[in-house]
């Protein structure tokens, strides 16, 4: 019985105290503990782990195992910063200390999805690795991608349904509103994120002072001294084709470059890039330059769709500019550019006139060769800080115009020629200053322009009215004109609080003249057609204006006074005019529910017209348009306003806008339009008040999605136009309506195909009075298919349908292009092989409106060509 007692204690012992401790110290070279070394223990034969302990400060570990039964364990120590170390044990072990040798630990790269559009404070930014996709080759392919943001076909930036007021690489402003040069030729791969900064002021000093409702756009580059640009060469036939572009750009925190030479006669007008689009730099254009014009040839309407498919060409293009920082926040900017274009342009343009007389039809087949040359300087010394700003801009313009035409009208050729040399010079100075607790603004623009245009035709016309119906050879109108203008003004700022108060107070100062003169067959006719004219403006104004910001809320209230002084004098009689004028205007933007803005804007104001109308003696402004205005100036009273709605939210990228407007226009001269038998027409003016009225609604949301990395866009717009209009006479009033939707997406079918599709349909209505209304409805479907078959290989394959309503009249045109890519992804060179216009469509015709007529425009297209080009992106 002892021994069964005895046997049973010893199993119940085993069963009990059967259990593996090992413990130990882990040290590092030196001898020292290391703290936060990972020790575990598991079967030398598997990766379990059966147990682990984590050091202390004294590096001391302790492992137990309950009821081991593996032969052998194996003990692993981790520590950060120290080489991986392990020992073996079986179940008689007890202690194990460890030595670890110090060992850099080179971790794996983590990289962060970061949101493709982040909002902080009024700065949205858009981040380019997000919407660039393999065919993207500059910002601007990927910029239209973008929710909230479009590019229209003239180049122009739109945010939220509104242009921007400018446009900067890395904060400074190169091109001086001309970003189409950039916006087309600087590499997406070197740039980071694009920003649309919203409620942008551009001068600092005035930052917390005058609210800004208009957004800039800023390009943040990758690094900070950037080499960019573009070098692309390109040959073609049917006919002989070239393309040419070396656009080197330079970026650096002392000074932005970019020069370019360009060239083709392949349609790619590229003389959109020397255009001013940015709204702060076109409204000191057009305070410095005016664009009086008289004279034309009848030419062929421009068609609304790709000039690659009807421009005929030859265009060089050459600009240079150069931004230097020569001390801290002053710099000094300088753009210079040249253009030659030779276009041409052949077709037929069928007009019917609905007049309450009876309707007249004319044809006219086209011949237009235009020649286009001009010169522009600039130079630009800016100091733009938070307390002091200076800006003075000089600049010359300089034209050299040609444009001829044949004209076969009812089996007669009529030829033209106009020539329209021109020169123009300003000096734009502007400062801004504190004085004690306000700022004071002086500013002052000089400017002068020379003008000449010549018009010469070809058989003589209105002989009746201008030979005493004795048919002559040829009609020369000659016309000289010289302006002088200059606008200064002194304004006085000042911050109480939430309140802005500003007063200004200035004087603009206009003296033109003008001369013209009408030949037959190189002879003088008489006074009736001729002119001798001198207009003289002198225009005081005085301009307070309150505004009110707190938290979300802008408003702006001002009420400007104009003074008006017009002399006129046309040969030895003279004339004088004074106009004083109340023009108040208000404004209020109010930021809400986080995402969405509301604002209302109210404006009454004057238009004196162009005095340049105003002449006594008739003027043949065209082969089948002669003209005279002796009545008095064109004073027009205006009455504006809108509601609007916008909708950002960055996190679900999603932006809405919404717009109303209204405008009110009352005019004190009717236009009576006297048209022959044969739609030459003489245009005769009136005293007599009319009015016209529009209402617009627009609207358009844009969507993005990120995992499929897609943006959908939806828009449409509707216009309703109400006035009076004589003819022939007879008093007659006009309606017309256009009504817009616009639809355009882009994603991928499979992970090797993705399609663009964008649709357009456009209805036009047209009304006189009580005859019966016109309509006319234009469809446009764009496809495009992009191929991605292997590595470095592109295909893109894109068909146009553009559908009419009147298909007898205006044939469907269906256009297919088609394009191969290979790249050196490494050297970033491009091989392209293009076709166009592949099913060779050899006219395109169009309709369009205007108040008393319908036109049908028929083009003459591009045949069917086939393009290689290498391209470098750098």
């Not at 194990?96 to 982040?118: G, H, M, N, W, Y």
């Not at 016209?692 to 449409?716: C, D, E, P, V, W």
Request: aromatic share 14%; glycine share 4%.
């Amino acid at each position: 019985m002892k021994y069964k007692l005895t046997l049973l204690f010893i199993l119940l012992s085993h069963f009990i105290f059967a259990q593996l401790t090992i413990s130990g110290v882990v040290k590092n070279e030196d001898g020292k503990p290391i703290s936060g070394a990972n020790v575990t223990i598991s079967p030398s034969t598997t990766d379990e782990t059966l147990a682990y302990f984590i050091t202390k400060a004294d590096g001391k570990y302790t492992l137990k195992i309950d009821s081991p039964s593996h032969e052998t364990y194996e003990i692993k120590v981790r520590a950060m910063n120290y080489a991986f170390t392990s020992d073996l044990a079986n179940q008689s072990a007890s202690n194990f200390d460890f030595t670890l040798q110090e060992k850099a630990i080179e971790l794996k790269e983590v990289k962060l999805k970061e949101s493709p559009i982040r909002k902080k404070g009024d700065t949205i930014a858009y981040d380019v690795s997000n919407f660039k996709d393999i065919k993207d080759r500059s910002i601007a392919d990927v910029i239209k991608k973008m929710p909230g943001i479009e590019i229209e076909t003239s180049g122009r930036i739109l945010y939220q349904g509104e242009p921007i007021n400018k446009y900067y690489i890395e904060g400074m402003d190169l091109l001086g509103g001309k970003y189409v040069l950039a916006n087309e030729n600087l590499s997406a791969d070197a740039v980071d994120k694009v920003q649309i900064l919203e409620n942008h002021q551009p001068i600092k000093i005035l930052d917390s002072l005058v609210y800004s409702p208009k957004a800039a756009l800023n390009i943040k580059l990758k690094n900070k001294i950037t080499y960019s640009g573009k070098a692309e060469l390109g040959f073609g036939a049917s006919p002989m084709l070239y393309q040419a572009n070396i656009t080197p750009m330079l970026f650096t925190k002392k000074q932005q470059m970019t020069g370019s030479y360009q060239g083709n006669n392949r349609g790619n007008d590229i003389s959109r890039q020397l255009k001013t689009l940015t709204l702060d730099d076109l409204l000191n254009e057009s305070e410095k330059f005016s664009n009086e014009g008289w004279l034309s040839i009848s030419t062929l309407q421009t068609p609304d769709f790709n000039s690659e498919r009807w421009l005929d060409n030859s265009i060089n293009l050459g600009t240079w500019n150069h931004l230097f920082k020569l001390k801290k926040e002053l710099d000094l900017r300088l753009n210079l550019s040249y253009l030659n274009d030779y276009q041409k342009r052949f077709g037929e343009t069928n007009t019917q006139y609905f007049l309450p007389t009876g309707d007249i039809f004319l044809n006219e087949k086209k011949q237009n060769y235009l020649q286009t040359e001009n010169l522009n300087i600039k130079a630009t010394l800016l100091r733009n800080s938070a307390v002091n700003y200076l800006e003075n801009i000089v600049e010359f313009k300089g034209d050299w115009n040609n444009t001829k035409g044949n004209l076969l009208q009812n089996d007669q050729l009529i030829q033209q020629n106009l020539t329209k040399p021109n020169k123009e010079f300003s000096n734009q100075f502007n400062t801004i200053r504190k004085i004690g607790q306000q700022l004071l603004t002086f500013r002052s623009t000089i400017a002068y322009k020379e003008y000449h245009e010549n018009l010469a035709i070809t058989p003589g016309v209105f002989s009746d009215f201008i030979n005493q119906g004795k048919p002559y050879n040829d009609a020369f109108q000659e016309i000289s004109f010289n302006k002088f203008t200059t606008n200064n003004f002194i304004e006085f700022s000042k911050g109480l609080k939430q309140f802005t108060l500003q007063s200004k107070v200035g004087v603009k100062y206009t003296n033109h003249t003008m001369t013209s003169d009408l030949l037959a067959d190189n002879e003088t006719i008489n006074s009736t057609f001729r002119n001798n004219t001198r207009w003289s403006t002198f225009n005081p104004y005085l301009e307070n204006k309150f505004s009110y910001k707190k938290n979300s809320i802008n408003a702006t209230f001002g009420v400007p006074l104009q003074w008006y002084n017009l002399s006129n004098q046309s040969f030895e009689i003279k004339k004088s005019y004074n106009r004083f004028y109340i023009e108040p205007k208000f404004n209020l933007t109010i930021d809400f529910a986080k995402f969405w803005k509301v604002s209302t804007s109210h404006n009454f104001s004057n238009d004196l017209g162009s005095l340049t109308s105003l002449h006594q003696g008739f003027i043949l402004y065209k082969y089948n348009s002669i003209q005279q205005n002796e009545a008095n100036f064109n004073e027009v009273k205006k009455w504006s306003s809108s509601l609007r709605f916008e909708y950002r939210n960055p996190i679900k990228s999603l932006f809405i806008n919404f717009v109303y407007s209204y405008n009110w226009n009352e005019n004190n001269l009717l236009y009576n339009y006297k048209y022959n038998a044969d739609a030459s027409t003489i245009l005769e003016v009136l005293e007599n008040k009319n009015r016209r009225k529009t209402h617009s609604l627009n609207a358009k949301i844009s969507q993005y999605f990120s995992k499929i990395k897609t943006t959908f866009n939806l828009s449409g717009g509707y216009n309703f136009t109400k006035y009076d209009q004589l003819l022939n006479n007879n008093l007659t009033e006009v309606n017309n309506n256009i009504l817009t939707s616009k639809f355009e997406t882009s994603f991928r079918l499979l992970s090797c195909t993705k399609l663009e599709y964008n649709y357009l349909i456009t209805n036009y209505h047209s009304k006189l009075s009580e005859t019966k209304a016109r309509t006319i409805t234009n469809q446009t479907h764009q496809i495009a298919l992009h191929f991605f078959p292997a590595e470095k290989h592109y295909i893109k394959f894109n068909v146009d349908f553009y559908l009419n309503e009147d298909k007898k009249l205006n044939p469907n045109s269906t256009f297919g292009d088609l394009m191969y890519r290979y790249s050196l992804s490494k050297k970033k060179i491009d091989f392209e092989l293009s076709a166009y216009n592949l099913f060779n469509e050899k006219y395109f015709s169009q309709n369009s409106f205007s108040a008393n007529n319908e036109q049908r425009f028929v083009y003459q297209l591009r045949p069917t060509q086939i393009m290689l080009t290498t391209r470098f992106n750098f």
